[in-house]
C-alpha cells in the first residue's frame, strides 16, 4: 500500500502480472511433476463444470487466527446471497483482501455490502472492517450485528470519520422469526438470521443464516464445542467451523477455548450438517492443518480466496491430496530449514588479530 505522494495513495498493483494465464501453458509446466499433474486429472475426471445456480456464494478472504501470515490473512468470509453481500468477521487486511479476489470489481463488491457480523471483539475479527466502511461508496446505511461494545468502539471512530452504518446489538437476534431486521432481510436477502452464544469470550457469538430454497448455513466464529451451537446448526447445509488446533493440543485448545479439528468434525456430525469448511487455523499450520483423513468425504480445508458453492461440495475433498503434493517441496525445504546446524561443518568468520 502507498501511503504518499498524495496522487499515489492507494494499493500498489505495479508488480501483478496484468497479462490472461494461458491454461495451456499452466498445463504444461503441470506436466513436469507427474504426481501432481495425475491428481488434478483425477480430481478434474470427478467434477462436470456447469454454471452454478447456488443461491449462496462463499469466498474464504482470510481463514488464519491471531496475525496474517504468508498464506493465510486474519479472518473474514464473504457470502454472495443472490448478488448482494454479508460480511462475516472482518480482521485487519480484509480490503486487501476483497481487491485481490474481486480486482477491479472489489468496489462493487463493498458498495453492494447488505450486513456485517461481528461475532466478537478480537482484532483479527473485526479490526478491518473501518476501511470497508470509510470506502463504501452507497447511499444506503450498512447493517452491523455484533457484540455492544462494537457500537462504542464504531461511534468513537465516527468523530474521525463519516461512517454510514446502522448498528444492532447481537443479543436482539436470538429469535429468527421476531428480530429488528427479520421482515427487511426476509425481503431484500431472503433470509432468516439468529445468533446464539458460544464458548470464547464474553459476548462471543455464532450466526445461522436459513435461506428459504438454499437450507441453513451455521458460522461458529470463535469457540469450544458449544451445544446451543449444534442444536441451532441442526441440519444444516454448510457448517463453517474454527479448527485452531490439531487434535494433539486439546489442553492448549482448552486454556484458550478454542476448537480442534476433531472437535469441528465432532460438531458436524452430532448437527448433522452436510458439509463442513473448517477455517481460522493456527499459523502453525499455514498450509494444510493436520486431522484424520477418514473424514475427509464431507469436509474440506479453507483456504485465502476460495470460493465455494453448495454444487462443489463433492469435489472439495479430491482436492485435499492436490493441495498436499503442491506445498510438499516447500515443506520439504522447510523442514531441512529448522534442522539443528552441526557445529562442526558451520563456517565461522575468520577474525583478524591485531599484532
Not at 506436466?31 to 483425477?42: A, F, G, S, V
Not at 461511534?155 to 443479543?171: D, G, H, I, R, V
Not at 458460522?219 to 451445544?227: F, I, K
Request: charged share 25%.
Amino acid at each position: 500500500y502507498i501511503l504518499g505522494p498524495i496522487n499515489k495513495i492507494g494499493l500498489d498493483t505495479s508488480e501483478i502480472d496484468k497479462n490472461d494465464l494461458n491454461p495451456e501453458e499452466v498445463f504444461k509446466q503441470l506436466k513436469q511433476d507427474p504426481k501432481l499433474y495425475k491428481l488434478i486429472q483425477e480430481v478434474k475426471s470427478h467434477y462436470e463444470l456447469k454454471q452454478s445456480n447456488s443461491e449462496i456464494e462463499v469466498t474464504f478472504l482470510g481463514t488464519g487466527s491471531a496475525i496474517p501470515s504468508k498464506y493465510r490473512n486474519v479472518t473474514a468470509i464473504y457470502l454472495n446471497v443472490c448478488g448482494k453481500g454479508i460480511l462475516l468477521d472482518g480482521g485487519e487486511g480484509t480490503y486487501g483482501q476483497l481487491y485481490r479476489r474481486f480486482g477491479p470489481d472489489f468496489q462493487q463488491v463493498i458498495s453492494k455490502l447488505e450486513l456485517i457480523f461481528i461475532s466478537h471483539i478480537h482484532a483479527d475479527h473485526h479490526l478491518g472492517i473501518l476501511r470497508i466502511l470509510t470506502k463504501r461508496r452507497s447511499d444506503s446505511k450498512i447493517k452491523i450485528i455484533g457484540p455492544i461494545v462494537l457500537h462504542y468502539w464504531l461511534k468513537e471512530y465516527s468523530q474521525c470519520e463519516t461512517l454510514n452504518y446502522e448498528f444492532y446489538e447481537a443479543t436482539s437476534f436470538f429469535n429468527k422469526d421476531v428480530n429488528p431486521l427479520s421482515d427487511y432481510l426476509l425481503a431484500t436477502l431472503e433470509l432468516k438470521i439468529s445468533v446464539v452464544r458460544v464458548l470464547h469470550c464474553h459476548d462471543a457469538f455464532g450466526i445461522i443464516l436459513e435461506h428459504k430454497t438454499w437450507g441453513k448455513l451455521l458460522y461458529s466464529g470463535d469457540t469450544r464445542p458449544c451445544v446451543k451451537l449444534i442444536e441451532a446448526g441442526t441440519g444444516a447445509r454448510l457448517l463453517i467451523h474454527e479448527a485452531t488446533f490439531e487434535d494433539g493440543l486439546q489442553s492448549e485448545a482448552k486454556s484458550k477455548n478454542h476448537s480442534t479439528t476433531n472437535d469441528a468434525i465432532q460438531a458436524m456430525e452430532k448437527m448433522g450438517a452436510e458439509f463442513l469448511m473448517m477455517f481460522h487455523f493456527s499459523q502453525r499450520y499455514p498450509k494444510i492443518p493436520t486431522f484424520e483423513e477418514k473424514y475427509t468425504t464431507k469436509t474440506a480445508v479453507a483456504f485465502d480466496l476460495m470460493t465455494i458453492t453448495a454444487n462443489d461440495f463433492n469435489l472439495l475433498p479430491q482436492l485435499l491430496p492436490v493441495l498436499k503434493q503442491i506445498f510438499v517441496e516447500e515443506e520439504n525445504e522447510q523442514e531441512e530449514s529448522d534442522l539443528p546446524q552441526n557445529p562442526s561443518t558451520t563456517k565461522r568468520p575468520k577474525i583478524s588479530k591485531k599484532k
